[in-house]
T-cell receptor
Framework: QKEVEQNSGPLSVPEGAIASLNCTYSDRGSQSFFWYRQYSGKSPELIMFIYSNGDKEDGRFTAQLNKASQYVSLLIRDSQPSDSATYLCAVIGDTGGFKTIFGAGTRLFVKA | KAGVTQTPRYLIKTRGQQVTLSCSPISGHRSVSWYQQTPGQGLQFLFEYFSETQRNKGNFPGRFSGRQFSNSRSEMNVSTLELGDSALYLC?????????????FGPGTRLTVL
């Protein structure tokens, strides 16, 4: 089992719709959770982080964390073509000295 | 505040050679992590340095090594290059001490091994 799993996609949504990206992790003691956006040929860019159970909203982005289910998600409201990118879920676990483990990423396409 | 910088941005080497990549973190950041990104394997953690000490290490062979200087700048070295070492090498920095500190990536060094 991979430590951090994401559906590789591609996920295709129409412009203006809600895009829902999901991530599960195996280390139950994980403490910190991050979402990065990576455009083709560019480096990852941090867009959200969440540490506590529940929802965290920042503009059009909402991160949701459920530690009991070991699940973290990212919702993008009013999706725009410029949101088309690969979204990487990253988790800092409780073991191994707090290494950041990345999922393989989900490719999102927003159709105009 | 300036972001994370990496040099060089592109490198072409041949098998058997060695290479050194450099990373300058955001001012005030004491932790520097290195990652290898390839289409097949995704983003793989190499190692993390904090206050000149290696704090974490990923599952890479000993040909991959690194160090950090007193000004928090870091270098990564790969010896005896193999074709499979062709990748985007990313450096990320964070303030350091806390596990939940978010990290910020540099633009990467694209290494091609021929």
């Amino acid at each position: 089992q991979k430590e951090v799993e994401q559906n590789s996609g591609p996920l295709s949504v129409p412009e203006g719709a809600i895009a829902s990206l999901n991530c599960t992790y195996s280390d139950r003691g994980s403490q910190s959770f991050f979402w990065y956006r990576q455009y083709s040929g560019k480096s990852p860019e941090l867009i959200m982080f969440i540490y506590s159970n529940g929802d965290k909203e920042d503009g059009r982005f909402t991160a949701q964390l459920n530690k009991a289910s070991q699940y973290v998600s990212l919702l993008i409201r009013d999706s725009q073509p410029s949101d088309s990118a690969t979204y990487l879920c990253a988790v800092i676990g409780d073991t191994g000295g707090f290494k950041t483990i990345f999922g393989a990423g989900t490719r999102l396409f927003v159709k105009a | 505040k300036a972001g994370v910088t990496q040099t060089p941005r592109y490198l072409i080497k041949t098998r058997g050679q060695q290479v050194t990549l450099s990373c300058s973190p955001i001012s005030g950041h004491r932790s520097v992590s290195w990652y290898q990104q390839t289409p097949g394997q995704g983003l793989q953690f190499l190692f993390e340095y904090f206050s000149e000490t290696q704090r974490n290490k990923g599952n890479f062979p000993g040909r991959f090594s690194g160090r950090q200087f007193s000004n928090s700048r870091s270098e990564m070295n790969v010896s005896t290059l193999e074709l499979g070492d062709s990748a985007l090498y990313l450096c990320a920095s964070k303030t350091g001490g806390k596990s939940y500190n978010e990290q910020f990536f540099g633009p990467g060094t694209r290494l091609t091994v021929l």
